[in-house]
């Protein structure tokens, strides 16, 4: 996917500069976006070692593990087909911690492990998406999160005069986009039902 | 809202905090922990600075062309009528296929409008609460087996179009 958006940037940027006499423009803007993209993981080393080292001590004296029992409960009520003792479920708790508090690398393991486990509970119809599958995934992609680390470097790179100022408003943000996606998975669910 | 901002401002400090506290009752060696995690962090950057500058520059190019200028003038008739911003239309789009790709677009975004205007702001927010839907769902559904995904997509839509929604409202708060 990424191949060919990137290949269209550069391709429409180049022709469009071009037919339209900005050739100049396009060579200085691609030799400065380069030194940009440089300065900018400057900064980023910055934030993101402070995150990841924080993150590495609430892995090691178990935050992480507590939070995925403490999440049970809601598990229990969003996944109602999926048994409470299941491996899917402490997967799925698992990834939605690790989004939760912005640790990417660990969210896509367990959600691939969370979407396998799954698997082994569809098998009625195994090449369609179950209930709780439909639900993982519009949870997953409703986004949940915390902090918006790599975000408040951008701003910080960027000249913001409070780069941690839009923490509060993304939380509002991504709730409301999180409520949204439950609402239409309990309605999705419930739907099928009623139609038996 | 000074309210929200309040809020912001906490958040780091308590996370800080709640995490040192809890690593020092559960005996850990705290400061170890955190230089070993900081290693990881300068490893992941280091891993990401080729496809900042692949993705930069090639935002770079196009918006040196003049290319996203004609875009957003050409979607401000369509924009106005629904009260987003036009310069917001590529990313909206783009976020859906690929994270980096938007991420590019939300500097070029940074770079010439500030973070802190009104289009900074509604776009750290977007960035914030919104996923690559199809670049998730095609990597999950591979994954399990999965053909037909059923009311994902619609769901995962609808979840996106409600944070949108939510950024451009409470950016217009601040």
């Known amino acids: ?196 | 809202m000074k309210f929200f901002l309040i809020i912001s401002d906490f958040i780091i400090p308590a996370v800080l905090l709640g995490i040192v506290v809890y690593g020092m009752k559960k005996k850990r060696p705290v400061y170890d922990d955190f230089v070993e995690g900081a290693k990881e962090g300068m490893k992941t950057v280091a891993g990401i600075l080729p496809t900042l500058i692949g993705l930069m520059v090639g935002v770079g190019v196009l918006r040196a062309s003049g290319f996203l200028d004609m875009l957003a003038q050409v979607t401000a008739g369509l924009s106005s009528k629904i009260a987003f911003p036009a310069e917001l239309i590529p990313v909206v789009f783009v976020r859906m296929f690929s994270s980096s790709a938007a991420t590019g677009l939300s500097l070029d975004i940074f770079d010439k409008y500030g973070p802190d205007s009104y289009i900074g702001l509604v776009t750290s927010i977007m960035m914030s609460c919104t996923e690559t839907i199809f670049y998730t769902m095609s990597v999950y559904c591979i994954a399990a087996g999965i053909k037909k995904t059923r009311w994902t997509l619609p769901g995962a839509l609808l979840c996106t179009f409600a944070g949108i929604a939510a950024s451009v409202l409470i950016a217009g708060m601040l």
């Not at chain 1, 469009?16 to 300065?39: F, R």
């Not at chain 1, 939760?100 to 959600?111: D, E, I, K, Q, V």
């Not at chain 1, 195994?126 to 599958?133: L, R």
């Open chain 1, 1 to 196: 996917m990424l191949n060919y958006i990137w290949a269209v940037l550069i391709i429409i940027g180049v022709i469009y500069g071009a037919l339209t006499g900005h050739m100049a423009d396009v060579t200085n803007g691609a030799l400065d976006s380069a030194k940009d993209a440089v300065e900018l993981c400057i900064t980023m080393l910055g934030v993101m070692s402070l995150w990841t080292g924080l993150m590495e001590i609430a892995t090691r004296s178990g935050i992480i593990e507590a939070l995925t029992r403490r999440l049970l409960p809601v598990m229990h009520w969003l996944f109602p087909n999926v048994p409470d003792n299941h491996p899917a479920m402490s997967h799925i708790s698992t990834n939605m911690i690790a989004n939760f508090l912005g640790l990417g690398w660990a969210a896509t393991p367990a959600g691939l492990m969370a979407m396998k486990s799954l698997s082994e509970l569809n098998t009625e119809h195994p090449d369609s998406a179950s209930d709780a599958m439909c639900a993982f995934l519009v949870i997953n992609i409703s986004s949940i999160q915390l902090i918006p680390v790599n975000i408040i470097a951008y701003r910080s790179q960027y000249g913001s005069a409070n780069p941690a100022a839009i923490i509060c408003p993304a939380i509002i943000a991504t709730s409301i986009s999180t409520v949204a996606g439950i609402i239409f998975c309990k309605l999705a669910c419930a739907r099928k039902k009623g139609l038996g």
